[in-house]
Structure formats: C-alpha cells, structure tokens
T-cell receptor, first 112, second 113 residues
Framework: EDKVVQSPLSLVVHEGDTVTLNCSYE??????LLWYKQEKKAPTFLFML????IEKKSGRLSSILDKKELFSILNITATQTGDSAVYLC????????????FGKGTLLTVNP | NAGVTQTPKFQVLKTGQSMTLQCAQD?????MSWYRQDPGMGLRLIHY???????DQGEVPNGYNVSRSTTEDFPLRLLSAAPSQTSVYFC????????????FGPGTRLTVL
C-alpha cells in the first residue's frame, strides 16, 4: 500500500523564521512528488518534483526531492503570517492505477 | 473556463438518507477523483476515474458509489448516509500528462446527523 508521511504534524514559528517541512514516501510506480498549500479551502498547487536533486523555487518557497532516500523537503524563508496554512505533500503513482496518495499535512502557524 | 465546480457547498443529512454530490470540470480532463478530508487525516482517495466509463476504488470507497458517463461529470453518491461520512469532500481533475497537476474543486462540507 502506498504511504506518504509528513513531519512535523504542526509547527508554530514567528514571522521572519525559516521553516523546513518534511515528506517521506513509498509509492509504487512513483512518478512525481507534489506540494500543496491549503488555507481553509481547496488545496492550491505549489510544486511538482520529478527529478532528484533539482530545486524548485517560487519566491520564498523552495523544494527538493531525493529519489534515492525517498523524501522531499519544503523550505519557507522569512515566513509571514500569510504562510499560515496546512501544507500537504502527495506521491503520484503513474501507470494504469494512476492516483495521488496524500500525507496528513503539516499545520504551520506563523505568529506576528 | 470555470475549472472544477462542486455542488452543493454545504449539506446536512439524516442518517440513512441518500444524496449525490455533483462535480463537473470544463477542462476536458481525463482523470477525475473524489477525496474526503477529516481533521488531521489529510486527503483520502474515495474513487477515481481515468476516463468516461471507467471508475476504480481508492483508499476509502465503502458507502460511496460513482459513475462517469461523460468526461465532464463525476458524481459521488452516498447510498445510506452515516455519521462517519461527515467530512469535507473535494473533487479534483487532471489531464493525464506528465507535467500536469490536479485541480481541486471548492469542496462540499457534509454533516450527517
């Protein structure tokens, strides 16, 4: 059975801090690892990672995948209160049984 | 281009009632899926479809039925609602190409009393 595990489950930081969110996965026919941000509504897409060691960056957010060790990290630098959200990662399995397996999410709270 | 739409936004049912959650997408995506999200549980896959006429079970399919008669629509049926089905339900769609991601609908908050 496919499995995605995120840590920590929750995190409280102050504005300006840097945070690292972790995601490990065991997904058959692994194709990509995706990160989403969810703020009390539908998840919104952040990154799709397919190749090991290549960092994806968007403003203060960045992410990298390690396909050998089966994990990914999401970094957020200079956090702002608007970064407060649940961050979800998901493993994408390709092939005829294509589906996403989600982790339970990391609840990030950024205090002013 | 409305993306993925879901109706209703909110619903309250009594135990034993049946209902259908509607999901539609106008992006001509082959892949559609239903998830439920419970506190602290992330998103769990209920059913999915890789094209019209093709459906398959996800992680938590019991108590739910789906059908996919058209590319655009993917309704989720609750046959006999139970309090354990109280949850937020998300529908998602995706073009089955390597570089695409899933697009989520706004969600339906369902309460079963």
């Amino acid at each position: 059975e496919d499995k995605v595990v995120q840590s920590p489950l929750s995190l409280v930081v102050h504005e300006g801090d840097t945070v690292t969110l972790n995601c490990s996965y065991e997904v058959t026919n692994f194709r990509s690892l995706l990160w989403y941000k969810q703020e009390k509504k539908a998840p919104t897409f952040l990154f799709m990672l397919t190749s090991s060691g290549i960092e994806k960056k968007s403003g203060r957010l960045s992410s990298i995948l390690d396909k050998k060790e089966l994990f990914s990290i999401l970094n957020i630098t200079a956090t702002q209160t608007g970064d407060s959200a649940v961050y979800l990662c998901a493993g994408d399995s390709g092939g005829s049984n294509y589906k996403l397996t989600f982790g339970k999410g990391t609840l990030l709270t950024v205090n002013p | 281009n409305a993306g993925v739409t879901q109706t209703p936004k909110f619903q309250v049912l009594k135990t034993g009632q049946s209902m259908t959650l509607q999901c539609a997408q106008d992006m001509n995506h082959e892949y559609m899926s239903w998830y439920r999200q419970d506190p602290g549980m992330g998103l769990r896959l209920i059913h999915y479809s890789v094209g019209a006429g093709i459906t398959d079970q996800g992680e938590v399919p019991n108590g739910y039925n789906v059908s996919r008669s058209t590319t655009e629509d993917f309704p989720l049926r609750l046959l006999s609602a139970a309090p354990s089905q109280t949850s937020v339900y998300f529908c998602a769609s995706q073009a089955i190409i390597f570089t695409d991601t899933q697009y989520f609908g706004p969600g339906t908050r369902l309460t079963v009393l």
